[in-house]
């Protein structure tokens, strides 16, 4: 493995965060000065898709204790406890409730609860997968609650992963000392999410579906109060009142930073950072953005589209054109990608793929080899299944893969139970940051969006029960584009926040656009 | 990238023909057409059930079904979607439920009605088997339900299509979380784990670690062991690590 010396001069050599004219400062705002993906800062000099005047804030379409939006995995977790916690809460979603990045997670969980590992010892990789920049009380909290978090899940119903004798099965991720990844065969977002999707159902929680926030109210002292929607079919606008929102709305995959592809749903366009933003929530890490080794190259159909971690975790090596392993399995993502990018531009030791892009290869069937035959179809069931539909055996057959865009690592900043820096405004998951520094570990994701989903859920419901709110206002939403159009960078053009990629005509036959 | 030299086919969405370059998946094929999705379009990598399509080709009496996002848009292919079909959700409260061979049945009686036609089975884009697993289900074997059916993404293509108008994926589901609550046992040294960190075993070393400056940190990791990837019983050399820094 690298020392911490060779993986900083990887980083700044070869990590996309660090290539020249990728990113630029934010003008107006509290957030005024951090830098951010352009494709982003394009977006927050968009203007809003709620005109002044248009939107009556007196008429709401319906009030409740706690507002949540977004309906992945941390929206469904905070839902569900604000509700425990006797809040009258809905959740309202841009699609259907649950397509999201968490039903694609693929890798598992972590919690350390082996006989050997510890919290501290899941502390300590947590950092240093972040830089040693990690906000410390949030990783504290992250670790402390991850096997409460495994327990509520197994009770709940998930099927995790079980060695012969009943015990929970652990594999690696890369940056971790220990084995602490708990999956359901390599559909454990998927798993999650279809139960926790059940439970809200059966818990009688309301969802609304197809509906986006596309910005969020405060009331007179500039707090938090509710939100305006749109719905996607009729294209009617209306407010939700609440006493507290938890803002869950995920990445920004489909933003395609850098012209990257992307292993994100198609609803990952950074919707809740740009409506945050507005609202004077501050962001951290918004630099830097996680690009996984092991994106799919080859076939063009799935391009971007991830090879699950777990694979290096069960033995399968990263080799270059000529057959060598260039990094090891167990190095973080941002130094194997690096380390791969390296291999292709700088050693020129890539392979070119039947449709002419660049590759290394992810040498798959070492798992059958290694770990014995059969274990890719218990262990990678779906993965399997997704090549074989295009003809490739990936127990016999190795596969092409390239970085692709994967993960926000930094987003809003939070206090340890999930409050922005907008009274009663909570966010949780991939929308929130600081907890991973700038880089994630394999498995830290799905427990950070249950830990806080979870934290910021009872806190909302508990807060809600002394608030009275004010007088709505969408204020803040014509001053910061009053400020745009000071500045003279206010971009009409651009309509902010996002909703949906498009990918209409000549885009989809664009490789990035899987 | 451009389409010089891609040869085009017509299909047929919602009825209207359109022409579209070989290669594309139908979902990117549609898009190729015009389409800006709201329905019908998630996780673009065959796992979220959002994108069931069914069609046909000429000269086949079938109709099939496929998922868009995975499947190649095919000459003069007739498609159409459905994002969404309508399915039975029993009200229950898992963890009252006991893993007893007739729940299944008393929670969706609707089972008995199988005609064992096959037709779910045909249809599912996951190769399920999904009319065995419902004979598991009427037979009550919870665990045969549960593995069985673990790749359901609940596109509810098989719903749409019973003749018993049985919600296939729902019953499924319940069978997985009785499974994952009731038979699976609960695993040995959670609650152990949890206990100790509600009791503060480990708020010192926490604590600590997270007052120590990024030298003192770094000093810290690097000493960490790595557990090796091969090996299945380690044991590492000083398990009190990094408790006994501090
Ligand atoms: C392919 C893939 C594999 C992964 N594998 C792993 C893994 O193995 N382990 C791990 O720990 N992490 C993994 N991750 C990361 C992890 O899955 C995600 O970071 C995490 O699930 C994000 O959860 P979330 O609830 O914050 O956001 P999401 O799950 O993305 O949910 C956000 C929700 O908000 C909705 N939304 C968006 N905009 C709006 C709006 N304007 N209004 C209302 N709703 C909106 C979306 O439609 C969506 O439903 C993976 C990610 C991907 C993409
Ligand atoms: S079992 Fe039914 S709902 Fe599940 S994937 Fe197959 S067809 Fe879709
Ligand atoms: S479609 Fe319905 S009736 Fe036919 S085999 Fe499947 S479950 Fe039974
Ligand atoms: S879009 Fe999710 S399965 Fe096709």
């Known amino acids: 493995m690298l020392s911490l010396k060779e993986r900083q001069e990887l980083l700044q050599r070869f990590h996309p965060d660090y290539r020249e004219g990728g990113r630029r400062e934010i003008r107006v705002g509290v957030n005024r000065g951090e830098r951010v993906p352009n494709e982003l800062a394009d977006l927050f000099e968009g203007i809003s898709l709620v005109r002044p005047g248009e939107i009556d804030l007196d008429h709401v379409r319906q009030e409740v204790d706690v507002l949540v939006i977004g309906g992945g995995g941390g929206g469904a977790a905070a839902a569900l406890f604000a509700a425990e ?23 598992g969980i972590q919690a350390a609860v082996g006989k050997f590992d510890s919290p501290a010892l899941h502390y300590l990789d947590t950092l240093g997968g972040g830089g040693f920049q990690n906000l410390p009380h949030l990783v504290h909290a992250l670790v402390s609650d991850a096997p409460v978090i495994l ?84 294209g009617e606008r209306f407010v939700i009142r609440a006493k507290t929102v938890i803002l869950a709305t995920g990445g920004i995959g489909r933003l395609h930073i850098q012209g990257f592809p992307t292993t994100n749903h198609y609803g990952a366009t950074a919707d809740g950072l740009v409506i945050a933003n ?116 990936i127990t016999k057959e190795p596969v092409l893969v390239y970085p692709t865009q994967h993960y926000q690592n930094g987003g809003l900043l939070i206090d340890a139970s999930g409050e922005t820096t907008v009274q009663n405004l909570f966010a949780a998951g991939e929308v929130s940051g600081g907890v991973h520094g700038r880089n994630r570990l394999g498995g830290n994701s799905l427990l950070d969006i249950f830990v806080f989903g979870r ?53 989809a036959l664009g490789r990035v656009h899987q | 990238m451009g389409d010089q030299g891609r040869r085009f086919f017509s299909i047929y969405i919602f009825g209207k023909k359109y022409q579209v370059p070989e290669g594309l998946t139908i979902q990117k094929a549609m898009e190729f057409a015009g389409y800006q999705f709201i329905r019908s379009c998630g996780c673009r990598g065959g796992i979220c059930g959002a994108c069931f399509t069914e069609y046909r080709t000429p000269g086949s009496y079938q109709l099939k079904g496929a998922l868009a996002c995975q499947a190649l848009a095919e000459p003069e292919m007739r498609i159409t979607q459905s994002p969404f079909v309508p399915m039975h959700r029993a009200d229950y409260h898992l963890e009252a439920l006991r893993a007893q061979p007739g729940i299944l049945g008393k929670i969706y009686p609707e089972i008995y009605r199988c005609l064992q036609c ?14 065995d697993y419902i004979a598991h289900a009427i037979r009550g074997d919870i665990e045969k339900v549960a593995h069985l059916s673990f790749q359901c993404i609940l596109c509810g293509a098989c719903a749409a299509r019973c003749p018993a108008e049985i919600s296939q994926p729902y019953v499924a589901l319940l069978a997985r979380r009785i499974y994952g609550r009731h038979i699976l046992s609960l695993p040995a040294g959670l609650e152990q784990r949890i206990s100790d960190i509600k009791s503060g075993r480990y708020h010192r070393v926490l604590e600590r670690l997270t007052q120590l400056q990024i030298e003192e940190l770094m000093r810290v990791y690097i000493q960490r062991e790595q557990e090796p990837q091969e090996a299945d019983r380690w044991v590492p050399k000083n398990p009190n690590f990094p408790e006994d820094l501090f």
Not at chain 1, 207 to 215: G, I, K, R, T
Not at chain 1, 495 to 504: G, N, Q, W
């Open chain 1, 151 to 234: 327990d509520w899940l197994v009770r709940l119903g998930v099927m995790f992963d079980r060695k012969e004798n009943g015990d929970l099965l652990a594999s690696f991720a890369g940056g971790q000392c220990r084995r602490r990844v708990h999956s359901a065969a390599d559909y454990t977002g998927m798993e999650i999410m279809r139960v926790l999707r059940d439970e809200v159902y059966g818990q009688g929680i309301e969802v609304l579906e197809f509906s986006p926030a596309v910005d969020l109210v405060l009331d007179e002292k500039r707090r938090c109060a509710g939100a305006v929607f749109v719905d996607l079919d009729t």
């Open chain 1, 278 to 393: 507005r609202a004077g929530a501050r962001m951290i890490f918004m630099d830097s953005i996680q690009f996984h080794p092991t994106g799919t190259a080859y076939p063009e159909q799935l391009m971007g589209l991830l090879v699950s971690e777990a694979f290096r975790g069960w033995s399968a090596q990263l080799v270059n054109g000529e057959g060598e392993r260039f990094i090891h399995e167990l190095e973080t993502r941002d130094i194997t990608s690096s380390a791969t990018i390296r291999e292709v531009v700088d050693r020129k030791k890539g392979v070119i793929t039947p449709t002419g892009m660049h590759g290394v290869w992810l040498d798959t069937p070492l798992v059958e080899i290694k770990k014995g035959k059969g274990t890719i179809h218990r262990i990678f069931p779906h993965l399997f299944h997704r090549f074989h539909t295009y003809g490739i055996d």
């Open chain 2, 118 to 131: 096959n037709t779910c089975t045909r249809i599912c884009p996951m190769e399920i088997d999904v009319m």
């Open chain 1, 85 to 107: 916690s006797g809040a009258k809460t809905l959740v309202t979603t841009k699609l259907r409730f649950g397509d999201s990045n968490t039903i694609m997670a693929e890798g």
């Open chain 1, 455 to 507: 934290r910021a859920g009872m806190e909302a419901a508990s807060r809600a029960k002394e608030i009275v709110i004010g007088k709505l206002s969408l204020d803040h939403v014509i001053e910061y584009e009053e400020e745009l159009e000071r500045l003279g960078v206010l971009k009409r053009e651009i309509k902010a926040p996002l909703l949906l990629p498009d990918y209409r005509y000549e885009k």
